[in-house]
């Protein structure tokens, strides 16, 4: 019998493989990790770097988050904070929960998602959670906070966040009556 095609032909590969494979897995021993909150200050990643189920949630809710699906990224990383306390990827997936709930205007909510990420050891983007705990802090009027977190993020590595975040350093100064300063930072920001 002769296939037509090469999507025909890949498929029939796969069909084949696809059974060794699954079998192999189900023999796989189950290793579990003693679990932390996701994403705390000295939790340790996993030892096994191989992709597992953790990293296809954590994917799954980058998707979610990606698709701008908030309300099913709110929910998935709370699952999945619950199951994997102490994956590998858990500051990601609780990044991604902060967005979600700063992005569904649950800014209270979000705030204390920042806050744990930014006791992160070694987060990969703590100038982004910095910005949006700035964005929390001035949408609660604590405006000496938001001046704070923006003045870090205008110091810090993330070369594009630097006009947003001066713009709303400037922002936080002038609501919270530093008007010179403010003017400094909207001038510089334009």
Do not use: W
């Not at 990790?33 to 189920?53: F, I, K, L, V």
């Not at 994997?84 to 902060?98: D, E, G, N, P, S």
């Not at 979000?110 to 949006?132: K, M, N, S, Y």
């Amino acid at each position: 019998m002769m296939f037509s095609t090469l999507k025909t032909r890949a498929i029939l590969a796969l069909v084949t493989l696809v059974p060794s494979v699954v079998a192999s897995a189900a023999s796989a021993p189950v290793v579990t990790e003693p679990s932390a909150p996701c994403g705390t200050p000295g939790s340790a990643p996993m030892p096994s770097m191989r992709p597992d189920d953790g990293d296809d949630e954590a994917a799954f809710i980058a998707g979610l988050a990606e698709k701008k699906m908030h309300d099913m990224v709110v929910r998935e990383a709370n699952k999945c904070r619950e199951r994997r306390a102490a994956h590998r990827r858990a500051a990601l997936v609780r990044y991604r929960l902060a967005n979600a709930l700063f992005d569904l205007g649950r800014f209270d909510e979000a705030r204390p998602q920042f806050e744990a990420l930014e006791q992160v050891a070694g987060f990969e983007q703590p100038d982004e959670v910095r910005f949006r705990l700035g964005q929390c802090e001035l949408r609660r009027d604590a405006f000496a906070a938001a001046e704070e977190d923006f003045a870090a993020v205008v110091a810090g590595q993330a070369a594009y966040l630097k006009v947003p975040s001066t713009f709303l350093l400037g922002e936080a100064r002038f609501r919270g009556g530093k008007f010179r300063e403010a003017a400094e930072a909207f001038s510089t920001a334009l």
